[in-house]
């Protein structure tokens, strides 16, 4: 079943980046069916994505693990592609569960393309990391920098599932998939109405700094200050999540033309150390952060950012909004919740 008749499958889409991208794909004319089950998200993130969308959509609040209630939703809605961004991602939580993030990223995964293989969908968009690219590359990271050596069960689900749709698009020509692999995702909708709204203690540098800046926290600690960096401390490709949105309008459209496996950076190809981002932020919001030099993070590298010409050539993507738009953005989201 093509896209262009048929509706987009958004899963996860109640959470940060599926609720910008279920917007940008209804703005493009798409008809979207979206399914969430709240373990990291809201109901009124639902109702404000309608809201401002001017639209309804169907929703269905099912686990993706249940077979039973995925073939509800193939049953009563016509999909011919899937968004997939249900998923556990929390890196620290990963290394203390890690059962739950196997059991929750792949088993959804797996269960989805079983019952789109029934019900004849065949175009499949994964939500894929820079956490799959291995330490030992060079900068920028392109498409086929090594990947593997993961340093947490998060990152290796990742490193599994691309695996696993690789496999399964070998065995079903049918299926066409594209992989997309996303920086740092960080700002909110321009609007202030939808945004990241972390149920837990954040991980993130961007929900922390907007923390701190709120005085929900003291205190932001850098994680190092000795990295051989320009100003000691860690570079990151920080991409706006109104861009990320629109790099996945332009892989369901990629998808209606090309078969097989595809796989994409989604970045900006800029990176920004944790001080020139704190910068940033002040900049933007003419909030003051008080921050707190602190020892390295394990697991952290010293330096990521994407190489972005395969996604501009082939995607026709482009970052658009800079850091400062983005910490605009975050500032008003923080400030409305
Ligand atoms: P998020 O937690 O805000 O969104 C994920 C959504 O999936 C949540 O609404 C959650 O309730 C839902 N969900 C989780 N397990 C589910 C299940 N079994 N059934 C139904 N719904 C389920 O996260 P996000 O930042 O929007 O990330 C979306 C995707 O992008 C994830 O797969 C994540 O791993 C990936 N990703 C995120 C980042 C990032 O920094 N945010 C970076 C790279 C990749
Ligand atoms: N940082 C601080 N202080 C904080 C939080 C973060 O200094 O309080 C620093 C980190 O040390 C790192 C940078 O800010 O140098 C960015 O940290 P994030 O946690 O925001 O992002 P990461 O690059 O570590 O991780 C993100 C996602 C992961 C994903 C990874 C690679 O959170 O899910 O990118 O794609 F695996």
Redesign the pocket.
Known sequence: MGIEKAKILV?????????HTVLELISNGYGVVV???????KPD?VSRVKKLANRDFPFYN????DEGGIQKIFSEQKIGCVI??????AVGESVKIPLDYYA??LN?TLVLLKVMEKFGANNFIF?????VYSGVNEMPLTENSVTGNCTNP?GWT?YMLEQILRDAAAANKNLRVCLL?????IGAHESGQIG?DPKDIPN?LMPLVAQTAAGKRGVLNIYGTDYNTADGTCIRDYIHVSDLAAGHVLAVKYLENHAGVSVFNLGTGKGTSVLEFIKAFEGATGVKIKTNTAPRRAGDLPVSYAHTQKAKDELGFAAKKSIEDACADTWRWQSGL
């Open positions: 899963t996860g889409g109640a959470g940060y980046i599926g609720s399914c969430d089950n709240f373990t990291n998200s993130a099912t686990d993706v693990r997939h961004f249900a998923g556990l991602k929750n990223n959804s939500s894929s990391s820079a956490t998060y990742k692999r996303y920086f740092n995702p990241e993130n």
